[in-house]
């Protein structure tokens, strides 16, 4: 399967993934570190852009995933062989120790697929991709290190914070990088959601998130925050402020 090469977004920072879904790079003087891990099949991509920037896996000293979901954990397991701290929340670690099926168990979805897909049979792409790139039979992964709330990791260059934003999943979180303006959002706020269609800034639909009205109170925290560039799990950067984009959010609503 062919995937786009990955995408500069800002002073060292690379997006990576496919039309699908979204993860980054991030260059940092005191080492390398990943917002999410995509699935299986991007490891060749990934191996490439490091080989570009002279480094291998090994370099890569932090994984931080904004939740449990089969396409943001997907190398999960090969980086952190590979020497790499994965950070999660302690709600959707549960996940990654009992693999990525089990998201069914432990965060599910409020709505059923089949009426998303009656009315956009299209949107069955994005879950057919997943599961030929891998995504829903990548091994479970113990040992991750875990956060309860809102925290700064000072063990992570760059010391982000990360922000609790439950709703998408029980345990969803953003991190922020507030010395370089840089609010990296997962899935509690994208910009594309093809089961909506919608692009522009919006929760994930029901079809796919756990607990709506928890996700529209995640916005009010996103308020509080200050970042120049919003990176989503699924679509393009947003620059015009972090409320703009939580009030196109609501504007929009919950599908």
């Not at 290190?145 to 709703?167: H, N, S």
């Not at 594309?192 to 529209?216: E, I, K």
């Amino acid at each position: 399967m062919s995937r786009p090469a990955p995408t500069p977004v800002a002073p060292g920072v690379h997006r990576l993934g496919d039309h699908g879904v979204n993860f980054y790079l991030i260059e940092d003087p005191d080492g390398l570190v990943l917002v999410d891990a995509g699935t299986p099949a991007h490891l060749q991509q990934l191996d490439t852009l490091l080989a570009g920037l002279g480094h291998s896996p090994a370099d890569i000293r932090a994984v931080l995933l904004t939740h449990g979901h089969a396409d943001h954990t997907g190398l999960a397991r090969p980086l952190q062989e590979a020497g790499a701290d994965l950070w999660i929340h302690e709600r959707d670690d549960v996940i990654l120790r009992d693999g990525p099926r089990s998201s069914m168990r432990h965060a599910k979805p409020e709505r059923s697929l089949l009426p998303y897909l009656l009315r956009r049979p299209s949107a069955l792409a994005l879950p057919l991709r997943l599961a030929r790139s891998g995504a829903f039979t990548a091994p479970p992964v113990q040992g991750a290190r875990i956060f309860y709330g809102d925290q700064v990791l000072k063990d992570v260059p760059g010391a982000p914070q990360a922000v609790v934003l439950p709703g998408h999943t029980p345990g969803s979180a953003a991190y922020l990088f507030p010395d370089r303006g840089l609010l990296f959002t997962g899935d509690a706020l994208v910009t594309a959601d093809g089961f909506a269609d919608r692009t522009g800034p919006t929760l994930v639909s029901r079809c796919f998130t756990h607990d709506s009205r928890a996700a529209l109170l995640a916005l009010d925290r996103l308020d509080e925050l200050t970042a120049d560039l919003l990176l989503p799990g699924h679509g393009e950067p947003f620059t015009d402020g972090v409320r703009a984009a939580t009030r196109q959010a609501r504007e929009f609503g919950v599908h």
